[in-house]
């Protein structure tokens, strides 16, 4: 049982394309977040929901919106995929709300754009 | 600001040999920390935290963690060296009362045979 699950795991695409990433998580966890690693393996958050709240939004382009149907489901979506794109997606969950809590990752989505 | 620092970029031990990496932190009250390891081409794996309590922690896989207050340290630990711990390896810290981790920005560790 794979408990924090993202498809795909590899996207190559154009630049200017729209893409989607989907993230499901199935530990019952009420907090979901959108991480990006760059080339240089640096980590940083980009969003996070909590019960289909968002409740963190960093410094992101608006290119990129994130949607939580439901609190085991969180889709990051990018509008006209810039070459800086090019990163390595990470979907993460965990358990409680407000405060820190051991953090669960999904495999990646290595997105290139061309 | 609140940060957390791995000084060391790269780290390269013989198998068998013991292992250490460096985290250091800067938060106002005692932070959360983590260390993660990223096996090439996979996601983040948690080895161990510390919330409070026990300044030495245990984790999975043999490592272990010593938090240190005065040096705003948290270094991760193991006795023995495998040859396949290499991997990265992240150090992470929360505040209470936020959702936000701060990850370092990680160590990659090379093991020689």
């Known amino acids: 049982d794979t408990a924090v699950s993202q498809t795909p795991k590899y996207l190559v695409t154009q630049m200017g394309n729209d893409k989607s990433i989907k993230c499901e998580q199935n530990?019952?966890?009420?907090?979901m977040y959108w991480y990006k690693q760059d080339s240089k393996k640096f980590l940083k958050i980009m969003f996070s929901y909590n019960n289909k709240e968002l409740i963190i939004n960093e410094t992101v382009p608006n290119r990129f919106s994130p949607k939580s149907p439901d609190k085991a489901h969180l889709n990051l979506h990018i509008n006209s995929l810039e070459l800086g794109d090019s990163a390595v997606y990470f979907c993460?969950?965990?358990?409680?709300?407000?405060?820190?809590?051991?953090?669960?990752f999904g495999p990646g989505t290595r997105l290139l754009v061309l | 600001a609140q940060s957390v620092t791995q000084p060391d970029i790269h780290i390269t031990v013989s198998e068998g040999a013991s292992l250490e990496l460096r985290c250091n932190y800067s938060?106002?009250?005692?932070?959360?920390l983590f260390w993660y390891v990223q096996s090439p081409g996979q996601g983040l794996q948690l080895l161990l935290k510390?919330?409070?309590?026990?300044?030495l922690v245990q984790g999975i896989k043999g490592f272990e963690a010593e938090f240190k207050r005065s040096q705003s340290s948290f270094n991760l630990r193991k006795p023995s060296v495998h040859w396949s711990d290499a991997a990265e390896y992240f150090c992470a810290g929360g505040g209470s009362g936020t959702y936000k981790y701060i990850f370092g920005t990680g160590t990659r560790l090379k093991v020689l045979a």
């Open positions: 530990l019952g966890h009420d907090t």
């Open positions: 938060y106002g009250a005692t932070p959360y």
């Open positions: 993460a969950s965990s358990q409680a709300s407000g405060i820190v809590e051991t953090q669960y």
């Open positions: 510390y919330f409070s309590g026990d300044t």
